[in-house]
């Protein structure tokens, strides 16, 4: 950590900062500059919060050098991570895409959601049995039911189910259903306790980025989950809140570069969340593959027109046929496989 | 509702949007104007999804005209709601301090805090007992033992305690201890199943504003638990996520006009979570203040330097009693009075 | 526009508003609802100001329905506009690059420059005299002799030149100097009187968007330009500002598919500028043709290492040469066809 | 200048980062840490640009450790500056309000605005003549018959003209109608050729921030200023750009504190730009004062609803003098005085 004092801190100023320092085991070295003096504090800075520096006399910042996150960070861990979901691979080489409907409404539309899925050569099928909804008054999902519903059709077709898991007393359940990924929606990013509860399986969880989360919240919030033993961590951005009011969000594919420097884990987009409308959705998805994402969490539905919720960023299954063929010569482009 | 088609709309795709109307039980009017045709849906409108329109075809846009809030809102509720907790009143003519640590570190300190808070002449005291960080590495709270030494703390001043729930499962050891008022935090804004749950207490709730929710999500939040059948809600602006850098967060004072316009409830600041500097509190509850808030959510620390979290943004025993002069100062210019 | 009038507004505040609509020559309609009043301003509403409603008594809010912009939109013009400059096609089919360092420095530097641009297979050369700099006590571009050396190499190498024009007052020397293409800056995308001056000639304009312009606003500044009589703009999306700080900006890769169905204008991204790191340059440029971009604008440097501006974010001649590669493949696939 | 190597770096690459530092004159300090390697740059650190190293092999970060402002920061000039205009002094004790009309429209508004404004006891008037406006299609101001009109209101008045230069070709005449304060509008806040330009100057510049202007590039454009020789500068905050819609622009009140702190020089605010409602500006004023500001920027048209331009944020006479009353009481408070 490096500590800066503004010009006129005093000599007492600056030894209660070295005082600080070694009380926490790390040792200080102090630099005196022209205009300032800064004081550099060498161990294992993890222990020392600059919060708990800034608001001593004399100080002007407190800055850490080294990134707070660890067993997340490619820096430690320099490998690519390719995780296995029931015999599916991503990361590495290989891609994958995600696709369902927004929400579980009935067997017969997660039947023929599943099928669309299976006809589209896609491996893996989403669909959401709670919704968190902004209004209470809303559609809120199917609930349990929506998980039977959907573990059958996906099982029919043979297809990993993935779905959201929004509060901590629904994990009995998913277990119950014996759901093949954990979703945590971009609400509960920083839902600690839900973190800390799928921290301790081994199934594979998709972490959405929260609506304004900084690139380092979001690598700390997965370092709760990896902390708890669970290293299988998929990163999802979904967009990003901003000014702008045409769409949604705005999908932040910078993050995606940066991501896959910053961490050896798994990237996917949802094109879908991110600008709200099915018509921007081919766009967005290969802008993410050709970008560097691992795969796609894209919403598709049987019929889109009456679909119970999110009705206007739902793809046809003709549209998802049309859209893996892109994706597929895309992908070639950039020497990586696609839903193997 | 207000549904505009776009330019080339033909009239079957008019009458399909009517018809969805129609289906959901409102009238439809259709106006052509110029250059574009407008229908209108009249009846409870709230039934009515715009995506669920969105998304047919020639549809270009569908909004809401009636806001989508009502238990909180001024327009069905025209009189201020005055809260009273345990004997202080909130609200209309009444501001009210909450003042206290961010965290609950020892009895020691709690006692100290405690005094500190009754000779500054405020009212309710805070204090966290579980505290969501961004690091798992960091200081996480003392957890149960906290609310222990809290209530005790607090009593033997006589002050009500203030305490933020972010886990479901706590909530029962909440109740043990009386906890005066739930605090529910800024990252739980949209924990719809925490929302939930406390609004079927009869327990007054402070309801932080997301980190970017808009004003109409923060109002769409208070409305679920309202609809729960507790109404005894209190907005809580602590500052907004930006591009700058300088501070942690952008306290959104204009927040406070309007939402006395747009709800009945009181509405408080946080100035210490919002500029995340000692320094600035000051000049931000001031300004609160000025703006018409109904009170404040500040901490206080016995030691700010000693403090095992936020210890740059806690004011001292001294500045909280300074601080009470000038705010009953500029609440006197207002018509109104503080900490009664 | 649409008028949505108050729960409780009288006979008398519809009875002003209607005045108000029929004093501009438009007609009004009226439709009461079941909880509201609305009021429909049938005619020409660009001459209705909704702010000039807003205020009167009773009005909740006025809204226009009409897109304010018409010249650039595809609404009255839906075939892709295709742009010539000297023989090189951009939109519709076509797709150009425009390469070059961040500025002009010497002579020797813009001929290894134009030579790199040329052997990549670029058709247009870009390149800075006049640099807009956040601060003054920083290199601020070489000025005018800038242009004689960009002129030059460009020449030798047949390329037209594209560059930026910061000040009215330098438009003289530019015409002189028979600049190709004019870049109008984000800082510049709302210097209007700018904006009017090269809406008066017929060279092509590169307009960026403002750091933190919304979609409408920018359009907005292109009617600018166009309602001069110049309608050769390109329009740039170079990133905006978000909370996010591991980058300098978030390129808005949503904005490509909305401006293609918006406009019927080329539309290019600059991926030096967005990500400001040369490492990302790559991933972003695919992810901006993938998304349907007419082109780029990046920036590459003979030895990025010595740049005298924005060394951090220049690619090299080699790294140039393997992106077009990639670019062009992409390009294929969505058949198109790249530097043409 | 700090820099931080990352953890694989070589000593090839440690020592190419001190040549570096070496060649601009600096002396450079290694500090090798458990895990990283850290260079601090000794000496002027304005001649070194970050991004000059950023790019070099080896280096993670390159950070500025002083402040990139010099003249207008009160880390070099520690007492707080008080301008004179005309004989009322803004700045240390002292608060001003400027108020009038957001544009000129005829002799008749003028003279009323004019009489009203003294009438409240304002000792400063504001009026635009070129207005920037998002659409050509609007009112862009009468031009500069409308600062012959103001000039003529004004003076009958015995009040000082603040007026927006947009233009460098406009300043002439500017100073021909012996404007007594130059502002530059928000979207000029970069407009570095003007900036330079009054910088040439010695009348007072209002310098307004930029729509999502960083608080250390606000402190730029007017060191821009500042370093042409004119330090007659007042910084004006006037609302930033955030996700929130229900307002134009959130006004930032934090960074009345942070101004307060980083600069000698006066801050005011506009709270009309700000919230862009005429019903939020008495609020928004009150918290100004009270957060510290020096003065106000405030619409007030004798006659809102028949305003030619941003109708919706003017405010009447009468409250512009209930306004002052409550501001004089506030500001007594904080033992300044007002409108002196």
Redesign the interface.
């Known amino acids: 950590m ?1 500590i ?1 004092m503004n ?1 006129t801190a005093t000599e007492e100023q600056i030894e209660l900062v070295v005082s600080r320092i070694k009380d926490k085991g790390l040792e200080a ?1 102090i ?1 005196k ?4 003096t ?1 004081i ?1 504090a ?3 800075e ?1 222990l020392l ?1 600059p ?2 520096l ?3 006399p004399g100080v002007e ?1 407190a ?1 850490h ?2 990134k ?1 996150y660890k067993i997340v960070a490619r ?1 430690w861990h320099p490998k690519d991570t390719v995780l296995d979901i029931k015999g599916h691979l991503i990361g590495g080489k290989h891609i994958q895409i995600v696709s369902g409907p927004c929400s579980v409404e009935t067997p017969e539309q997660m039947k023929k959601s599943a099928k669309a899925v299976k006809a589209a050569g896609v491996k893996l099928m989403r669909g959401g049995a709670f919704k ?7 559609f809120q999902g199917v609930g349990f039911d929506g998980l039977e519903m959907f573990r059958k059709a996906a099982d029919n077709e043979g297809l990993p189910i993935v779905t959201e898991l ?4 629904h994990l009995d359940k998913f277990l119950e259903h014996k759901v093949d990924v954990i979703q945590i929606g971009t ?2 990013m ?4 839900l973190l800390r509860e799928v921290g301790t399986l081994k199934i594979p969880v998709i972490l959405k980025r ?3 989360a ?4 979001w690598l ?1 919030a997965a ?2 989950i990896a ?1 708890g033993g669970n290293h299988n961590i998929i990163f999802c951005e979904r ?9 949604r969000n ?9 991501l896959k ?1 910053e961490t050896h884990l798994p990237v996917i987009i949802d094109p879908s969340h ?2 709200g ?4 959705v081919a ?2 998805s ?7 994402a691992d795969g796609l969490l894209v919403e598709m539905h049987p019929n ?2 009456e ?1 119970w919720c ?4 739902a793809i046809t299954p003709t549209e998802l046929k049309d859209l893996m063929k ?1 994706l597929t ?2 992908a070639k ?2 020497g990586r496989n696609i839903s193997n």
Chains 1, 2, 3, 4 share one sequence.
């Open positions: 490096i800066v010009k070295s630099s500059g022209t205009e300032k800064v550099g060498v161990g294992d993890r919060d919060k708990l800034d608001n001593l910042q800055m050098i080294v707070p820096e968190p909804r902004t209004s209470p008054y809303t929004l509060d901590v007393r609400r509960s920083q839902n600690f306790e929260g609506m304004s900084t690139i380092s919240e700390m370092e709760y902390s967009g990003i809140r901003t000014f702008e009011t045409y769409y705005v999908l932040d594919v910078t993050a995606i570069p940066v420097k991110a600008g409308k099915a018509w921007m766009a967005l290969r802008a993410g593959i050709a970008a560097g889109p027109c679909a999110d009705a206007d960023q892109d010569a895309i482009i950039l």
